[in-house]
């Protein structure tokens, strides 16, 4: 299950998240600072996988930006991988060639794909095309 989700820019400064599991928003800074010291301060020939307290934390950069997933341990990290550029392709299909200003200033439209993709900490949709039509059928409606 995912615990929290976090898309983080080189400087630490969190551009989106989604937390599945509710934390005091002290400790959510807290987190929030801890993994981005740990994930960029890794070298790229390391995996994109590192256990953190209990969990396990699954990132991968694109550009500029960390897309972070914190899962159970016992999760299969490949899958989360998978889910995280998924997100990604999604994002660069909905926006064209989606950048860190259109996550800051369409986050509502960051959360309603990240709900269309998943449900309660868990992947709900793998299907792109279905994403990608759901959103086009809401953009409509607006």
Same mark, same amino acid.
Request: overall charge negative.
């Given at each position: 299950?995912?615990?929290?989700?976090?898309?983080?820019?080189?400087?630490?400064?969190?551009?989106?998240?989604?937390?599945?599991?509710?934390?005091?928003?002290?400790?959510?800074?807290?987190?929030?600072?801890? &993994? /981005?010291?740990? $994930?960029?301060?890794?070298? %790229?020939? =390391?995996? +994109?996988?590192? *256990?953190?307290?209990?969990?396990?934390?699954?990132?991968?950069?694109?550009?500029?930006?960390?897309?972070?997933?914190?899962?159970?341990?016992?999760?299969?990290?490949?899958?989360?991988?998978?889910? &995280? /550029?998924?997100? $990604?392709?999604?994002?660069? %299909?909905? =926006?064209? +060639?989606?950048? *860190?200003?259109?996550?800051?200033?369409?986050?509502?439209?960051?959360?309603?794909?990240?709900?269309?993709?998943?449900?309660?900490?868990?992947?709900?949709?793998?299907?792109?095309?279905?994403?990608?039509?759901?959103?086009?059928?809401?953009?409509?409606?607006?």
């Amino acid at each position: 299950m995912i615990q929290f989700m976090l898309v983080q820019n080189r400087q630490g400064k969190t551009r989106f998240s989604k937390w599945y599991v509710p934390y005091e928003d002290v400790e959510k800074r807290k987190l929030s600072d801890e &993994i /981005h010291r740990l $994930v960029n301060s890794r070298e %790229a020939k =390391f995996t +994109n996988f590192v *256990e953190f307290r209990t969990f396990k934390i699954v990132y991968r950069r694109y550009a500029g930006l960390f897309f972070i997933f914190c899962v159970d341990a016992n999760d299969n990290a490949l899958s989360y991988l998978e889910a &995280i /550029h998924l997100f $990604v392709e999604i994002l660069d %299909a909905f =926006f064209g +060639n989606v950048c *860190e200003l259109d996550i800051v200033f369409n986050f509502y439209k960051i959360y309603t794909i990240v709900d269309e993709i998943f449900l309660a900490g868990e992947i709900m949709e793998t299907s792109k095309l279905v994403v990608l039509r759901r959103l086009e059928e809401m953009e409509q409606l607006s």
